[in-house]
């Protein structure tokens, strides 16, 4: 073939943004595919009884409430430390607030990497263009702020909306106008636009657990699909024959599919293994899609490459060392154990695991029995994994000695980072009673969620009806609001104990309560602060 002279470079942003919008529509449909599946899947093994084990079938010695109601009210302990709720929400402030300081840390040595080697390749390293480009390429502590403190929509909207006015006020600087602020948001939607698209696809509280697995490879599929015409052109040009220039288009990107499956891999591993926790991941994915997107945008600088790689190791090295810090400060103290119970509601349900996972999970675990409503939220990536290679049920409770076992190897120790992590029994319609037994005698706290109660929910009756029976009401907060049937919890009460509804400390909740409200009500409820204050004078040195 007769040299045609230079191989022409296609359009890098546009066909990015193509890839980053085909990626960001199917990646949410293929989360919601794999997610259903894996809540039916779920939903359908609750539902039935445990497998046989040995010669008989367990579930036969579950307690039951007591048929009449009591003569007198169930004695409550009287010797009790008093609480100190704001030294526990203190607290978990102190470690969220550390957490966040270290991501910001890390942001500012990724961006600076990263506009140091674009601007000194460009000649143009000016002080207020490093500025602008640092703060572009820090743009992802954004999403990582949002998630760590649990914000509500309009929080985030807030401080999005900070994010750009300090991007716009950098790129003013030195000029007598707004143009150069103009000009800095026209960047940010050049550099980060496509890889923020992307981000935005899996960070959807609902598809977190699958999502940011599932978008690595549809990016990457899809980025080379988008470049296969080039490809194809490039290797004609070279001489190559026609079947191997379509052989290459095709096969190369479909080699990213037993990558993205050794990532997941590897991110159950150090999940597993407590080097990261479900957080960390999320985040870590986060950072890699946003270098994947930068590497792709400057593919043909491989002085580019290597400093996009390099910004992104200093994040990951500034991270290590963050947690590393953090960890150490609360390792060994296991923390106080909140047992989380309720009313089966998708979307409420979400939301207070969520706020406990942004507070109080910084200083104690969290303990629940898994259900249809929280079947994904609380998937982790070991979970996710099991679930792909059909192991799932090496996870369910099946008798007395698998949830001794699940008891004794509960993982109350602090993950790398200094959080604590859900801890989530999955049971068969026969087994969860049992469980729930045994949760509440270890739990510090037991969170009842009595929003949406009707007398049809005969689960969360049953649970209150055993928290009077075994004494420990003291040790209950409950949440309700307009839709709970008041009535029926004085009568799930007061049926197992003649009077016990009045021991019941009961904390009316909003929708829109914040993460750090929710939790400062829940510890002020708290009647037992033992293991509260324990924890706190062993984890901090200041006097609060």
Known sequence: MPDSGPVPLPDVQGWLTGAALAAAVVTPMVSLLLLGW???????RMTTGAPAVGSRRWGSGQWRPPPRAAATPTPEPTARRPARPATFT?????????????????AVAYGLIGSLALLTETDTLTVPR???????????????????????????????????LALVAAGSMGTASLRGGVLAFAAWALMAGPATVLMAAFAAPRLRAAAPHVALVVFSVAAGLFVWPWTAYSALTAGSSFGLSVLLGVTLPLLMIPLAVANLAWSARRYATKRASEQSLAIDQWWLIFTLAQCLMQYNQVRAWFAMLGAHLAHRLVMALGRRRLGRAVAGHAGPQLLLLRVFARRRGEQVLRD??????????????????????????????????????????????????????????????????????FCYRDTWQPAVRALVERADVVLVDLRGLTPRNEGVTFELQYLVHCRALHRVVALIDDTTDLAHV??????????????????RVEDDITAMELLHRITAASSDGSAVLELTRASTSDPV
């Open 38 to 44: 894996y809540r039916r899947v779920v939903t359908a």
């Open 356 to 425: 406990l996972n942004a507070t109080w999970c910084h200083a104690g675990s969290v303990h629940l029995i898994a259900g249809w409503d929280l079947a994904t939220a609380t998937m982790g990536p070991d979970e996710f994994l099991d679930f792909t290679l059909g192991r799932l049920s090496r996870h369910f409770v099946t008798d007395q000695g698998h949830l001794a076992r699940r008891l004794a190897e509960l993982d109350l120790a602090p993950d790398g980072d200094g959080r604590h992590r859900v801890n989530d029994f």
């Open 490 to 507: 004085h009568w799930a009460l007061d049926s197992a104990a003649r009077g016990a509804s009045r021991w019941l400390n009961a904390v």
């Open 90 to 106: 203190e607290l978990v402030r102190r470690q969220r607030r550390s957490l966040l300081a270290w991501h910001a840390l890390a």
């Open 130 to 164: 490093l500025l602008v480009v640092t703060l572009l390429y820090a743009w992802p502590w954004v999403p990582t702020a949002v998630l760590v403190l649990g914000l509500r929509a309009r929080q985030a909207v807030l401080l999005t909306a900070g994010y750009f």
